[in-house]
T-cell receptor, first 116, second 115 residues
Framework: DTGVSQDPRHKITKRGQNVTFRCDPI?????LYWYRQTLGQGPEFLTY????????KSRLLSDRFSAERPKGSFSTLEIQRTEQGDSAMYLC??????????????FGPGTRLTVT | AQKITQTQPGMFVQEKEAVTLDCTYD???????LFWYKQPSSGEMIFLIY??????QNATEGRYSLNFQKARKSANLVISASQLGDSAMYFC????????????FGSGTRLLVRP
């Protein structure tokens, strides 16, 4: 399978604990995006990487959130001191960006986080 | 600011009939892209169709077509010959022309196909 993969698919944690999610993009894709989707809503942009550089962070990404993409391959999203409001589906997407083409983002299956 | 509006929280359609899912958008960018994604209960977002703002013809992909009316700022998705497997959430999204190419999504429409 050469699609975008995410791990874990589901995570239940207690308030105050730290959690880390992993995303493996399609291998040749240079862009990686993180989105958050709460119940009944569309996904909202959190942050994105071009290769290993994190180029933009949404205001939704509080100081408790940190994302990395070492060596421009997989990415991790860590949430420290989780709160109940962090409960959501966290989606990862990748794309191949050239100068004037490539627009489609390929999404992974998501990680569903439940904070109790 | 860019915004996507989907005013139909839920829709029903009879199997084998066509259905139109509405999407309106707002942007000040002269160049933009519009997408439709399908999200089954499994959670994965599946790309369906894309329309560029300068494309002269409406996009089509198999049973999916996009009814693009630029002056009205609408980009409705038409699904022809509905199948039971089409039951899912459908999201309209926009990509602006800033360098991030991030997607702005609407709130979605849940489509249920009746046998």
């Amino acid at each position: 399978d050469t699609g975008v993969s995410q791990d874990p698919r589901h995570k239940i944690t207690k308030r105050g604990q730290n959690v880390t999610f992993r995303c493996d993009p399609i291998s040749e894709h240079n862009r990686l995006y993180w989105y958050r989707q709460t119940l009944g809503q569309g996904p909202e942009f959190l942050t994105y990487f071009q290769n290993e550089a994190q180029l933009e962070k949404s205001r939704l990404l509080s100081d408790r959130f940190s994302a990395e993409r070492p060596k421009g391959s997989f990415s991790t999203l860590e949430i420290q001191r989780t709160e109940q409001g962090d409960s959501a589906m966290y989606l990862c997407a990748s794309s191949l960006i050239w100068a004037d083409t490539s627009y489609e983002q390929y999404f992974g299956p998501g990680t569903r986080l439940t904070v109790t | 600011a860019q915004k996507i509006t989907q005013t139909q929280p839920g829709m029903f359609v009879q199997e084998k009939e066509a259905v139109t899912l509405d999407c309106t958008y707002d942007t000040s960018d002269p160049s933009y892209g519009l997408f439709w994604y399908k999200q089954p209960s499994s959670g994965e977002m599946i790309f369906l169709i894309y329309q560029g703002s300068y494309d002269q013809q409406n996009a089509t992909e198999g049973r999916y077509s996009l009814n693009f009316q630029k002056a009205r700022k609408s980009a409705n998705l038409v699904i022809s010959a509905s199948q039971l497997g089409d039951s899912a959430m459908y999201f309209c999204a926009m990509r602006g022309m800033d360098s991030s190419y991030k997607l702005i999504f609407g709130s979605g429409t849940r489509l249920l196909v009746r046998p």
